[in-house]
């Protein structure tokens, strides 16, 4: 062999080599994880609205959980609490009021259910949390059960103690609120409430007590679901069932029907608030009465004649628990049974019901369809 070719055969190596080196350091630059990353799911997009109540609550000392101030904090406050948020879901939020929830007004509730509808159609958005005070969160999660229309997880979550308490539970309230929204398994499950480690469907969530943090409850169901460990364990199946409500529209309603509960107790058939309800306008009323829909005598007469002027009535109890079935007479005066729901919840149907339709016999297939 020449020493000419020699040299061609070294040159060729030399340049073999560079260009293998030049591969390898390009292969080794490369992150080890990165054909994970092409593959891994960015963050779901939880969008949360702050409507005030205790969990934005302050007040002059740590020990105070009466008699403090509610609504204080804003939505920027309440998520830079909760620093840990950030390893759930990219979060972004407003503020839509920021009051007590005792002041809770239905203008509020159909400026909220709008702009949930609105939220919940960006592609951009996977779900919602919103921050609510105890004393009416069960009806505002009932009211927009009945009238949004979407899969996505909406999640309603408070608190029993304000924020600079001690031991406050709303930090980990709002944690375990986005912690539910945020999972793919949340979806189709309608409007939840989620508090102190249950997960309350809309449709069986009460509050039931002043003061405790597990007052949330569903009594006679129990949960949906708990928190554990920060997984979720559901103990019901999602449920996509339509009613006959689930497709009304309030894009165009500015104002709700008047609808007043009148409570019974002893001594209180007198018919009084029920005359000043009727005087006010009242299109419904939903009557609290004593054990299975026990209704005195002479309120049952100043009903009927409520009936017959074209006032719709529906008949609940004041009991935590149990079905109002009422005798088939009481039915033929075109009383309608709440059957499951508390006064509170069967007002807010009967307000619904009355935008749909004012037939007795539509709203009794109303209440039949959506009493559990």
């Given at each position: 062999m020449t020493a000419t070719l020699m040299e061609r055969l070294k040159g060729t190596h030399a340049v073999l080599s560079v260009l293998l080196c030049f591969v390898s350091l390009l292969l080794f630059s490369l992150p080890v994880h990165a054909a994970g990353d092409l593959n891994k799911e960015p963050k779901p997009h939880v969008y949360i609205i702050a409507t005030g109540g205790t969990i934005a609550g302050a007040a002059g000392s740590a020990a105070v959980t009466v008699g403090y101030k509610a609504g204080e904090l804003t939505v920027e406050q309440l998520i830079e609490s909760v620093p840990e948020l950030g390893s759930l879901a990219r979060l972004t939020g407003e503020q839509l009021c920021n009051i007590d929830s005792?002041?809770?007004?239905?203008?509020?509730?159909?400026?909220?259910?709008?702009?949930?509808?609105?939220?919940?159609?960006?592609?951009?958005v996977d779900a919602i949390v919103i921050t609510h005070g105890t004393d009416t969160m069960?009806?505002?999660?009932?009211?927009?059960?009945?009238?949004?229309?979407?899969?996505?997880?909406?999640?309603?979550?408070?608190?029993?103690?304000?924020?600079?308490?001690?031991?406050?539970?709303?930090?980990?309230?709002?944690?375990?609120?986005?912690?539910?929204?945020?999972?793919?398994?949340?979806?189709?499950?309608?409007?939840?409430?989620?508090?102190?480690?249950?997960?309350?469907?809309?449709?069986?969530?009460?509050?039931?007590?002043?003061?405790?943090?597990?007052?949330?409850?569903?009594?006679?169901?129990?949960?949906?679901?708990?928190?554990?460990?920060?997984?979720?364990?559901?103990?019901?199946?999602?449920?996509?069932?339509?009613?006959?409500?689930?497709?009304?529209?309030?894009?165009?309603?500015?104002?709700?029907?008047?609808?007043?509960?009148?409570?019974?107790?002893?001594?209180?058939?007198?018919?009084?608030?029920?005359?000043?309800?009727?005087?006010?306008?009242?299109?419904?009323?939903?009557?609290?009465?004593?054990?299975?829909?026990?209704?005195?005598?002479?309120?049952?007469?100043?009903?009927?004649?409520?009936?017959?002027?074209?006032?719709?009535?529906?008949?609940g109890s004041r009991c935590k628990e149990g079905i109002v079935l009422l005798p088939e007479e009481l039915k033929k005066e075109h009383f309608i049974p709440s059957g499951t729901l508390s006064p509170q919840k069967a007002k807010i149907l009967l307000q619904?019901?009355?935008?749909?339709?004012?037939?007795?016999?539509?709203?009794?297939?109303?209440?039949e369809e959506n009493s559990l």
């Open positions: 005792k002041d809770m007004q239905e203008d509020i509730w159909l400026r909220l259910a709008k702009r949930v509808h609105e939220v919940a159609k960006r592609k951009d069960e009806e505002t999660a009932y009211f927009l059960q009945k009238v949004l229309h979407t899969d996505k997880p909406v999640v309603l979550t408070a608190a029993m103690r304000p924020a600079t308490a001690i031991s406050a539970d709303g930090p980990m309230n709002l944690w375990e609120a986005v912690r539910t929204a945020a999972d793919k398994s949340s979806a189709q499950r309608g409007v939840l409430v989620v508090m102190n480690g249950q997960i309350n469907s809309a449709e069986t969530v009460t509050k039931t007590n002043t003061q405790t943090l597990q007052s949330f409850q569903s009594l006679g169901s129990g949960p949906a679901g708990v928190i554990a460990g920060g997984k979720i364990f559901w103990r019901q199946r999602p449920s996509s069932a339509g009613t006959k409500i689930s497709d009304l529209s309030l894009q165009h309603v500015s104002q709700l029907p008047k609808v007043r509960i009148i409570y019974g107790y002893v001594g209180g058939d007198d018919g009084l608030f029920l005359k000043a309800a009727l005087d006010d306008g009242a299109k419904g009323i939903v009557y609290a009465a004593c054990g299975n829909g026990s209704i005195p005598e002479r309120m049952e007469s100043m009903l009927q004649k409520a009936v017959a002027s074209g006032v719709m009535v529906v008949i619904l019901a009355l935008v749909k339709s004012d037939s007795v016999a539509d709203i009794q297939e109303i209440y």
